[in-house]
């Protein structure tokens, strides 16, 4: 009888350490714990909530390269949730969109990274087209959005309401190469990857993500890892 019970709860423990999950939040009420990268950081008060803003400095259209990357995260499958709010610079082009969203699996040299973003001045545009390219997922850095649109169309792109500066929920799931984004805390995603370009086993660091000509706001992080 003693085996049997010690047997059954060797078992519990072993199915407890397999699906093991680690929750961390951040609050982003600072900019400690984030390493700009091409970006400018900045403590604010943003319609009424603190936050982190990110800014791009660069003039013009320049690399995907840009988020605040929080120095303590490490991410291969799991749930990122966040607050974010995104718009377009006041020294931004005619072509700006507020880009604005998560980076995920950074390599540690900041080389190569998955991501997938907000276009928050697309969603109510009066044009279908531009709102049908509401939200994108990239690959950094052999897969941009014109790659991806040009040799997939409408794969990785797709619609959801978005308002101009407006804080958004979002959650992003990733399971190996598998990424499901989810809006305004919808119960069904607004967009899915199943084809993560770096592959399933590509684990790394997070970024607080903006494209070019943006200003951004970061509140509420949290990351639970799965293992």
């Known amino acids: 009888m003693k085996s049997i019970l010690l ?28 390493q700009p990268i091409r970006v400018q950081l900045k403590q604010v008060i943003y319609q009424g909530k603190t936050a982190v803003m990110v800014i791009d400095t660069a003039q013009g259209i320049t690399s995907e390269l840009k988020y605040a990357r ?31 969203g998560i980076a995920f699996r950074i390599t540690e040299q900041n080389t190569a990274f998955e991501c997938i973003y907000l276009r928050p001045t697309n969603g109510r545009a009066e044009d279908q087209v531009r709102r ?19 040799e997939s169309p409408e794969k990785y792109e797709s619609y959801v309401d978005l ?53 951004a706001y970061f509140r509420n992080l949290v990351v639970t890892t799965t293992k």
């Open 70 to 100: 929080l120095t303590d995260a490490s991410f291969h499958n799991g749930t990122i949730e966040v607050e974010l709010a995104g718009k377009p610079s006041g020294k931004a082009g005619a072509t700006a969109r507020g880009f604005v």
């Open 7 to 34: 047997a059954f709860q060797l078992l519990v423990i072993c199915c407890a350490a397999f699906g093991q999950t680690t929750r961390k939040a951040y609050p982003l009420a600072k900019t400690d714990g984030l």
């Open 163 to 215: 308002e101009v500066g407006k804080w958004t929920k979002v959650k992003i799931i990733v399971q190996d190469a598998t990424a499901r984004l989810y809006v305004h805390g919808a119960d069904q995603p607004t967009l899915l990857v199943l084809d993560l370009k770096h592959g399933p086993a590509q684990h790394g660091g997070i970024g607080l993500w903006i494209g070019s000509g943006t200003e």
């Open 132 to 150: 049908n390219h509401s939200v994108q997922y990239i690959s950094y850095p052999d897969y941009p959005w014109e790659k991806l649109r040009k």
